[in-house]
């Protein structure tokens, strides 16, 4: 598709009409945003999921001489959480302005980053730049962050070194260096079984036992995080 440059709130407007609630697919809205951008001649590379019906996109905007190392990644993910049973006073899905603010699922979080993101792309390619942006679109932020990681692979395993990220959650317009992350493991407790009669002479291992003191000792941890944060 031959680039048709458009404005941030044009943008806008066509990214929140795909309905890429979480439970659906995203692939229109990132071939809409890829092939934008390579009729803009960036190169973009989908990474899709293991079903295929989701996609990321990684775009690179070269830096000067072609640059593609380094840079700055902005990132923003496409899918957005349901609107069932919720009020609306117009078509989540057509955005909508009213008292000077601009309406619809997905323009605060985050459709509205990926839209001036876009809307710039033309300028961005202009501007003499020493270093490349990335653009990384992902899929399910909402409900796994697995599109993230995915991206975050991506970028490790083709060595981009990128100096920065800048990731355009809503924040009120105030610039934070960190966000909320989990770390999720898989703990098995085994015992030893004997008979009763030797319960208390170390020939057996409650794992129940010990697998209480572990959880006494995780909730131990987590209100230090809680009272002081966590370690830098």
Request: glycine share 10%.
């Amino acid at each position: 598709m031959a680039a048709r440059s458009m404005d941030h709130t044009q943008w806008l407007a066509k990214l929140v009409a795909f309905d890429t609630t979480s439970r659906n697919s995203n692939l229109e809205l990132i071939h809409y945003c890829k092939d934008y951008l390579e009729g803009l001649g960036v190169k973009c590379t989908l990474l899709h999921n293991a079903e295929r019906n989701k996609a990321n996109l990684w775009a690179t905007l070269p830096g000067d001489g072609g640059v593609t190392k380094g840079g700055i990644i902005l990132s923003g993910h496409t899918d957005v959480v349901p609107v069932d049973g919720q009020k609306w006073d117009s078509d989540p899905f057509t955005l909508t302005e009213r008292d000077g603010k601009l309406y619809g699922r997905g323009t605060s979080d985050m459709k509205g980053f990926v839209a001036v993101c876009m809307s710039l792309a033309p300028e961005l390619l202009k501007m003499k730049r020493a270093k490349p942006i990335h653009f990384a679109w992902s899929y399910d932020e909402e409900v796994s962050c697995l599109g993230g990681m995915e991206l975050a692979e991506f970028a490790r395993d083709h060595d981009v070194r990128a100096e920065g990220c800048i990731i355009g959650e809503p924040t009120g317009m105030t610039v934070v260096i960190a966000h909320k992350g989990t770390s999720h493991f898989w703990v098995r407790v085994r015992g030893k079984a004997a008979h009763s009669s030797f319960a208390l002479t170390g020939e057996s291992c409650n794992a129940i036992d010990y697998a209480t003191k572990l959880i006494t000792k995780l909730r131990e941890i987590a209100e230090e995080y809680r009272r002081n944060g966590t370690p830098a």
